[in-house]
């Protein structure tokens, strides 16, 4: 509750109570920075080690404190590029996971084990996925174990342990940057000039369909997410989301605002039931008093398999990606052979 509380802060107009509250927590701010300069020179001063890898790396991740798409993208990415012909590795954080060894993670993983994030990488591409809490433990596993072109991470990005070959930045169209304060006092987890001008690719994530036509037309890199369809968690069924009524929205991810947004627009009536990003659900938080269908994410439904029920349907998240994230994929591809 009270790192909500915080979100809402962060993302409020500086000109109201929240301002108040941000000045007064700017002082930790001051302090965070002062811990990124410090890790930073002691990196740069090589008493601390980078680890570089023979397989080349590919970041994906964000300035800010989670809600820009980064697990949808890297499955996207990681679909497209076996099209490319590329064999790629994927490694998961195992965030709220009791993972602290490198693991390989399949459909039917423990969330416990593995982190909920890592068990929709897997289920949803051909990837090897492996989850730990040190992801340059996971990293040379991956590169130990299996022969791969190319390993991305899911998340990551702050993480300078890491060499990286290539950057991907991800920044929510909707939420941008906030109050574009430092944590705590803002989202932000580094200064965005310095990564921004090193990214390998910009990608604005989570558009409104206006803003992406307008990006597209332009040529800039951008995606937006379509949720239409649900699968049945039992019969596999598969409807349209504006062929219901009413529903029930159970979810625990950092933003439900797309997918609320994508259902008022099909006027389907909705109960929203909010938890906290990476919730673990016990079961309950899915049955009712009622008969409506209840609706969860891919990523919340890998924790509630082992209750799934007639009436839980699973939201299909659907990227649309543009020509430009393509057109840049393939000539990183090129350059990925190159290595």
């Known amino acids: 509750m009270i790192l909500k509380f915080i979100e809402n802060i962060w993302y409020k107009s500086f000109w109201s109570l929240a301002g108040v509250i941000v000045i007064l927590m700017s002082p930790l701010s001051i302090l965070y920075l002062f811990a990124i300069k410090l890790h930073d020179l002691l990196y740069k001063m ?170 597209n037309s332009k040529n800039i890199p951008a995606f937006m997410v379509e949720n239409k369809l649900v699968t049945n968690s039992i019969s596999k069924e598969s409807r349209q989301i504006d062929s219901f009524e009413r529903i029930h929205l159970v979810c625990g991810i950092s933003s439900t605002k797309i997918i ?32 409506l269908p209840v609706f969860v994410t891919m990523k919340d439904y890998v924790k509630l398999e082992p209750y799934k029920t007639n009436n839980l349907w699973i939201i299909k998240n659907n990227l649309i990606v543009n020509q430009s994230i393509e057109n840049t994929i393939k000539k990183i591809t090129t350059d990925i052979k190159k290595l």
């Open 260 to 291: 609320e947004e994508n259902i008022r627009t099909l006027n389907v009536e909705y109960i929203l039931h909010k938890y906290s990003d990476h919730y673990s659900f016990k079961g309950n938080e899915i049955l009712f008093d009622d008969n």
């Open 46 to 215: 090589k008493i601390l080690r980078v680890l570089i890898l023979k397989t080349p790396v590919l970041i994906v991740g964000n300035l800010t404190v989670g809600g820009t798409g980064k697990t949808p993208f890297c499955i996207w990415l990681s679909n497209y590029l076996e099209i490319l012909q590329i064999k790629v590795g994927i490694v998961a954080s195992g965030y709220k996971s009791n993972g602290s060894s490198p693991k390989v993670v399949d459909k039917s993983s423990s969330p416990l084990d593995v982190g909920d994030e890592a068990i929709e990488l897997a289920s949803m591409t051909n990837a090897i996925v492996v989850s730990s809490d040190n992801r340059a433990k996971s990293s040379l596993f991956l590169e130990n174990n299996f022969d791969l072109d190319l390993i991305i991470h899911d998340d990551g990005l702050q993480n300078k342990k890491i060499s990286r070959d290539i950057e991907i930045l991800l920044i929510n169209d909707n939420l941008k940057y906030g109050n574009g304060f430092l944590l705590p006092a803002g989202p932000l987890r580094e200064l965005p000039d310095k990564r921004i001008q090193n990214s390998d690719l910009i990608v604005h994530s989570k558009c409104k369909e206006h803003q992406y036509n307008i990006y």
